[in-house]
């Protein structure tokens, strides 16, 4: 068997290192997606409630404050 050369030794080395960076980005893609979507529902979250307050400001049922409630023992 021969030896593996210098070059061959540095070409495996890059594969791998190769190998390990495809993997980071394919797990940092996967978190952004994640993220996309967490996104997603707070902006539509976000835009459910101002429907809501404007709902309230227009006349229709106001929202009700807990603050404005009394305890159940009074």
């Known amino acids: 068997m021969t030896q593996p050369t210098d070059t061959d030794k ?3 080395e890059l594969e791998i290192k190769a190998s390990f960076a495809e993997d980071l980005i394919e797990s940092l893609n996967q978190v952004v997606i994640r993220q996309q979507q967490q996104i997603d529902r707070l902006v539509l979250e976000v835009t459910q409630l101002r429907r809501q307050l404007e709902q309230s ?3 229709a049922a106001p929202l009700r404050s807990l603050r404005d409630e009394l305890p159940p023992h009074y």
């Open 10 to 12: 540095r070409l495996t």
């Open 57 to 59: 400001d227009t006349g």
